[in-house]
């Protein structure tokens, strides 16, 4: 099966600085990378997704890019507050529609 | 358009009491999926089901743990003879549809089940 490795566990940075947390994966068939942000006690949000046809996607201050010969991808976010401060889960689905998730990576903003 | 509901949010039972775990998919969404978290760990898949049929199991503990997805009404999650180990944050998820383009999953804001 699948097995989804992400690092690091814990992340911390000042306020304003990027944050970058990675994902490798082990299913060279995996071919839908979503990215949930989990705030403390909240449900996990889909904030963006890339598929295995595209290198790079963005929006506004958040980039998602995947290395399919590597079999890693990373979540880029740039000028980072507060609110971003939250925990972070990648995951890697193939062709047995069920996403798995790697162990997520606490992100803390420093204001 | 409501999203993901799930109730309870919080439910504490005795060990040997059984749990029900209610699921109601976002307004479209046939397909539904459970997962369960324990505290600082990710999202461990459960089973996956469509309505009135169970898709793949293969993450749900053969004994004590069942699952249903009516024709009417929520999907449902039902622990017999709780045991400590299974407090957990249980959540569910829900799309439209397993094909590339309609199989995001959008969560629903979980049962946080405690065992006394």
């Known amino acids: 099966g699948e097995n989804v490795e992400q690092h690091p566990s814990t992340l911390s940075v000042q306020e304003g600085d990027s944050a970058v947390i990675k994902c490798t994966y082990s299913?060279?068939?995996?071919?839908?990378f979503p990215w949930y942000k989990q705030e403390l006690g909240k449900r996990p949000q889909l904030i963006i997704d890339?598929?295995?046809?595209?290198g790079e996607k963005k929006d506004q201050r958040i980039a998602v890019t995947l290395n399919k010969t590597a079999k890693h991808f990373s979540l880029h976010i740039t000028e980072t507050q507060p609110e971003d401060s939250a925990v972070y889960f990648c995951a890697a689905r193939g062709g047995s529609y069920i996403p798995t998730f790697g162990r997520g990576t606490s992100l803390i903003v420093h204001p | 358009n409501a999203g993901v509901m799930q109730n309870p949010r919080h439910l504490v039972r005795r060990r040997g009491q059984e749990a029900r775990l209610r699921c109601s998919p976002m307004?479209?969404?046939?397909?539904v999926y459970w997962y369960r978290q324990l505290p600082e760990e990710g999202l461990k898949f459960m089973v996956y089901l469509q309505k009135e049929n169970i898709i793949d199991e293969s993450g749900m503990p053969k004994e004590r743990f069942s699952a249903e997805f009516p024709k009417e009404g929520p999907s449902i999650l039902r622990i017999q003879q709780v045991v400590r180990g299974d407090s957990a944050a249980y959540f569910c998820?829900?799309?439209?549809?397993?094909?590339?383009?309609?199989?995001?999953?959008?969560f629903g804001p979980g049962t946080r089940l405690t065992v006394l």
């Open positions: 307004k479209g969404h046939s397909h």
């Open positions: 998820a829900s799309s439209p549809s397993p094909v590339a383009g309609r199989d995001t999953q959008y």
């Open positions: 299913d060279s068939a995996s071919n839908y």
């Open positions: 890339i598929r295995s046809n595209v």
